[in-house]
Each structure stands twice: as C-alpha cells, then as structure tokens.
C-alpha cells in the first residue's frame, strides 16, 4: 500500500531525472553545433578538430587561388602571414572574394587531411575584416615577433 507522500516523493523523482537528462541532451546537442574559430597556426598547432566542422579564418594568400577548368571548384590558401592551410571549396564564390583580404570559411577536414569547406564568407568592404580574423592576424604576429630574434 502506498500513501500520498509517497506517490509525491516518487513522481517529484521522476520530475527531476526527467529534467536532468533534458538538460544534459540540450547541453550536448549545443556542444555538437557549437562552429569554433581558429586561425591557421592554430590548425597547424593541431588545435582544431579533426572529427567535426570549424571556422578558418585569415587572409587568401596571393596567387593562390587555382581553379577547376570546367568545374566550380577552386583550392586557394588561408594565411595569418606566420602559417598557411590550403582550401578546397566547391561552389560560387562571393563576389568579395579577392586574394589578400580577410575570409572565413567553414568546413572540416576529409580523410586525407584536407581542409575542405562548405561555405565561404568574404569581407563586405575594404575598411571591414571579420573581428576573428582581425584578432588571429594580431596574436600571429605578435607571436612571430616573441619567437623571432630580439
């Protein structure tokens, strides 16, 4: 025989893992679609996933960008002026897409250690760099400069 309180202590149990294991689902699925920002020495320091999409940001090398004859598909470079990751994209580019200005793309590396994205942001005018890339361009080169020969 159960009494009252009882039946209460037991539903508020299940109340509560009802909402501990809601919250932890919620947690982890915020986690899984959080796109994180790295630079390209960040990459190169092995600091980005390898499992899961991010965010590369930082300038198009100078005479980097080759494309596909008859393909839509272009491979240029991303630099912070210290380290470099090639691209692979497939798609139209924007239209403010220009070697040696600020971009951020977003993709993941394939089985064979490529970086290839999914989509390509690029600067909207010439005073604006995204803040990312503006802040991995600066500790880049602040880093460079630490590094080097005093």
Do not use: C
């Not at 149990?13 to 009802?18: A, K, S």
């Not at 002026?81 to 993709?107: I, M, R, W």
Request: no cysteine; hydrophobic share 45%; charged share 20%.
């Amino acid at each position: 025989m159960t009494t009252p309180r009882r039946r209460r202590m037991w539903l508020l149990g299940l109340v509560l893992i009802g909402v501990v294991v809601s919250v932890g689902l919620a947690l982890r699925a915020f986690e899984e679609n959080m796109l994180y920002f790295f630079s390209p020495s960040q990459v190169v320091a092995g600091e980005a996933p390898t499992e899961r999409a991010f965010r590369l940001g930082g300038l198009v090398l100078e005479d980097s960008v080759a494309r596909e004859q008859g393909s839509l598909t272009v491979e240029f470079v991303v630099t912070d002026n210290v380290h470099s990751v090639p691209v692979q994209y497939t798609g139209a580019l924007p239209d403010l897409f220009q070697e040696g200005k600020g971009v951020v793309t977003l993709g993941r590396f394939d089985a064979n250690g490529d970086f290839i994205a999914e989509q390509v942001l690029a600067k909207h005018d010439e005073n604006y760099m995204p803040p990312e890339v503006a802040a991995a361009l600066d500790r880049a080169t602040q880093a460079e400069r630490g590094a080097g020969p005093r």
